[in-house]
């Protein structure tokens, strides 16, 4: 599905990632974990086309999208969400969902603008449509909320509805879980899990260790701009590598 | 014959180069202390020459005490702008920002229409007006005044920002206003005395220049956007590129009115202002890192 | 979206019997400029208020509009309703042309360069002499006819205009509730959302950058066939101030707010007659008051004004 290798980012002078490479298999729940300053962040900015990495390329479907900038991979149905949530603030969350709809419309700007048939049809998909991810994320109750206005963790829901709005097969999550409490984190969990059962493959940036142990299939860790381990929850909670860049008494 | 009419061009155009460069560096210093384009930044240009001919003419003072007083009068508009309108701002989004500048921009020249009329006015060279020959080329004694007081305001802006206390926080925030803050340096003070610096340095220009161009209510307009295309070419550095860009931008203007048409002279400033900022809008001398976005 | 269809027919139906109230006279002239005015503040809004992207050189588009109408209908003879469209395809070229280097420049830097481009156009206004006739201007523009009707008196201009600002006005208000338009909005909310989302935010920019210089330029166009005169002070540093003033005071993003701020500021004037210099400084304190006290323009600062005021009221009288 996704095939990372041999990422390098220099950020004037510092390196803040080394030759990363794994990949990530169809259909699977991968955490990408590490302690703060990994570089997890940078490698899903380089992923999802908000970076240029150095050098090193990424494969979306064994297609090399390296540089591709990021609308361009959501129409090649990669979508993600952020760490601080992303909203459009001043729309309504009904409207920030049908944003998502952007790659499944074509209606220009004149067709828009002048009313004609095909467009008002469009729109009516588009707005059907972008319910059904509401309703997807328990989220139908608040349709005409401007989004400025929700609870954050409302707000973190909301853009994960977007992102499913792109329908997407991948979906990256930039710490799904920070700032929410732990009911909301065990509804995310379960909302993770069905979004898989969707078909679509998720990769998720998380520090809550329960959640990334319980609904992933595999763990990649990072430490210092470099891949320390991979493999699944239990051989990682297993390794003595992980276990000493986490408690931090590592050479 | 030709090679003298080209060194004239060159040297007013080193005089009317200085002048943007001062208003340049007021556009750098306000711009690198706050992230603000201030675009009232021309209205002390005009502030201070007006503010000069009604010490003079009014207060009946002569010309040394007349200077002074008009730069620290335009001063307490720079701090009265910051104060009124640019700290109460409840949602300073760079659109906002950059609507109240103007708005406060067209304020005060309103007023200064109200004050001294829409005639132009002219203020006593300096030092006479016999002009001085070199090579083949003559130069006025204020061409001169303008070229050392613009060494002189360089020179001591040099030293406050680097041998200062207050002029080293000054820098610091302009690296990074958060960590400034951080480190105990007061970043609201800081951004009142850019203020301060750049409504002086921008009414020293207007002094200084208005001997030779006259002045009107309304010239700090074009004065004030010449002044930031310097700024821009110098990649909005308080220092000597932002005088390079103002002397680059002072010679190119002079030699394009004299040499292709004078009509044009104008759009010189914004053509090299727009390409600028299309091909190098990290300007002409600076690293390519710092985005303008 | 009904309301809104309804809401936008009252406004129609008051726009065209307002002539019948005032029975002619020197008011339906200003009232013109109210229309010209509205199509121009709708054209900025929908760059600065829905696409959140700055223009200090709209007066430029405008202009272009006018004198290109102009010099095709008087120089090359052109009939009126060819030379509209023609000059709106030329300047909607230019701007989607030079919109791709402008609009990758951001805030404080993208106005400074929308406002040099506008001195420029000034400039050239004013140099091409054999082309614009220079600071003295261009005259004997030709009225628009139909079907037989000259569009010559200040009646017959007022329905003409205000039919087109009626139509610049339902474009503009399907545009910004439809995909593109919800696209819009969400570039300027958060760009990197918007693109992560499969927004090609500078296409989008570009696009409507060069669709507000193509309404500007229709709406100059319909001013050089209704005033038959026009000269580049017009088109200055100044009226670029003036739009946006109208914009922002109106209220960023609200098409209605473009015209309240269109008809605000072009009636102003003329009750003001007495200070008719000292317009700027209305301008300048208008400016600076609004962006102080009421952001969100009069569309929304009246409003939550007025239920202040109900509501304080309501608290004196149950005390």
């Known amino acids: 599905m996704l095939e990372v290798s041999g990422i390098t980012q220099i950020f004037g002078g510092v390196t803040a990632l080394e030759a990363v490479s794994f990949s990530i298999a169809q259909g699977d729940i991968t955490g990408v974990i590490g302690p703060n300053g990994a570089g997890k962040t940078t490698l899903f900015n380089i992923i999802t086309g908000i970076y240029r990495q150095t050098s090193g390329t990424v494969q979306l479907e064994g297609r090399d999208v390296s540089g591709y900038p990021p609308e361009k991979l959501a129409r090649l149905a990669m979508v993600r969400t952020f760490q601080n949530i992303e909203l459009f603030s001043g729309m309504t969350v009904l409207e920030n969902v049908m944003v998502g709809m952007h790659t499944k419309s074509t209606s220009g700007l004149l067709a828009c603008a002048l009313k004609m048939p095909w467009s008002i049809s469009e729109e009516r998909r588009i707005r059907s449509a972008a319910m059904k991810w509401l309703e997807f994320t328990d989220m139908v109750a608040y349709a005409d909320t401007v989004a400025g206005n929700l609870p954050f963790g409302k707000g973190r829901l909301l853009e994960i509805a977007r992102a499913l709005a792109v329908e997407p097969r991948i979906m990256l999550m930039d710490e799904p879980a920070a700032g929410l409490n732990s ?14 059962d969707l078909g679509v493959t998720v990769v998720l940036v998380e520090h809550d260790m329960e959640l990334v142990m319980d609904i992933c299939d595999r763990i990649v860790v990072l430490n210092l701009g470099r891949k320390l381990a991979e493999g699944t929850p239990r051989e990682i909670q297993e390794s003595h590598e992980v276990i000493a860049a986490y408690l931090g008494d590592g050479d | 014959m030709q090679f003298d009419q080209i060194l004239q061009y060159v040297l007013s155009g080193f005089s009317t180069g200085a002048i943007y460069a001062l208003i340049g560096i007021g556009f750098s210093i306000i711009y690198n202390a706050t992230g603000i384009i201030n675009f009232a930044q021309g209205e002390f240009v005009m502030l201070g020459g007006l503010l ?20 620290s009068a335009s001063t307490v508009v720079g701090i009265l702008f910051e104060r009124l309108a640019i700290r109460p701002l409840r949602q300073p989004t760079p659109i906002n920002l950059v609507i109240i500048t103007i708005g406060g921009s067209i304020l005060i020249r309103g007023l200064a229409m109200l004050v001294w009329g829409k005639d132009t006015h002219s203020i006593p060279a300096f030092s006479g007006d016999a002009p001085i020959a070199i090579g083949g080329a003559t130069i006025l004694p204020q061409h001169l005044w303008i070229l050392a007081i613009t060494l002189i305001i ?7 920002f680097y041998h200062t206390i207050s002029g080293k926080a000054m820098r610091a925030c302009a690296y990074n206003r958060r960590a400034a803050g951080l480190v105990g340096i007061d970043v609201r003070r800081m951004v009142l005395f850019s203020f301060i610096i750049s409504s002086a340095m921008g009414a020293v220009a207007g002094i200084i220049v208005a001997p030779l161009t006259m002045t009107a209510y309304d010239v700090g307009v074009m004065l004030g956007l010449k002044g930031f295309c310097a700024a821009i070419i110098g990649g909005m550095s308080s220092g000597i590129s932002t005088v390079i860009g103002g002397l680059i931008l002072g ?4 030699l394009g009115a004299g040499l292709i048409s004078s009509g044009y002279k104008d759009a010189i400033a914004f053509i090299i202002l727009l390409l600028i900022l299309f091909i190098r809008p990290q300007g002409l001398f600076g690293k390519a890192d710092s985005e303008r976005v | 979206m009904r309301r809104d269809l309804l809401f936008f027919s009252g406004f129609s139906l008051l726009v065209m019997l307002a002539p019948q109230l005032f029975k002619g006279g020197y008011l339906m002239n200003v009232l013109v400029f109210v229309g010209i005015n509205t199509m121009l503040a709708i054209a900025l809004n929908l760059l600065l208020g829905y696409a959140g992207q700055i223009s200090l050189g709209h007066a430029g588009f405008f202009g272009l509009g006018a004198y290109l109408s102009g010099i095709l209908t008087t120089t090359a003879n052109l009939n009126p309703w060819l030379a509209m469209p023609l000059a709106a395809i030329i300047v909607g070229c230019l701007a989607g042309t030079i919109g791709f280097p402008i609009l990758k420049l951001k805030g404080h830097y993208l106005a400074m360069a929308t406002l ?7 400039i050239v206004f004013n140099e091409t002499i054999e082309l614009t006739g220079g600071p003295s201007g261009l ?10 009707i000259s569009f010559d008196s200040d009646v017959k201009n007022y329905y003409l205009i205000w039919g087109m600002a009626l139509a610049v006005m339902l474009f503009s208000i399907n545009l910004a509730n439809s995909r593109v338009g919800r696209a819009l909005r969400a570039v300027h909310d958060s760009e990197v959302a918007a693109q992560v989302l499969g927004v090609n935010a500078r296409l989008l920019k570009v696009q409507i950058f060069a669709l507000s210089a193509v309404i500007s330029s229709l709406a100059g166009s319909l001013y050089a066939h209704t005033m038959t005169f026009i000269s580049p002070t017009s088109f200055g540093f100044n009226f670029s101030i003036e739009l946006l003033t109208m914009v922002v005071i109106g209220g960023l993003g609200s098409i209605y707010g473009s015209f309240l701020g269109a008809a605000l500021l072009t009636l102003l004037p003329e009750f003001l007659r007495g200070a008719n210099d000292y317009d700027i400084i209305i301008y ?8 102080m006290f009421m952001p969100g323009g009069m569309v929304r600062g009246i409003p939550a004004a007025f239920r202040k005021v109900v509501r304080r009221k309501e608290v004196r009288d149950h005390a």
């Open chain 1, 183 to 196: 009911q909301e984190t065990v509804a995310l969990a379960k909302l993770i899990k069905q979004i898989r």
């Open chain 2, 52 to 71: 000069t001919l009604s010490c003079l003419q009014i207060f009946n003072l002569p010309l040394w005490a007349a200077i002074p007083c008009a730069v």
């Open chain 2, 154 to 160: 360089i020179l001591a802006n040099k030293l406050y």
């Open chain 2, 251 to 254: 010679v190119l203007e002079s």
């Open chain 3, 116 to 122: 040099g481009l506008g001195i420029i156009i000034y």
């Open chain 3, 139 to 148: 005259s004997g523009i030709p009225n628009l006819k139909l079907a037989g």
């Open chain 3, 284 to 291: 300048g304190g208008l400016l600076v008051v609004m962006v």
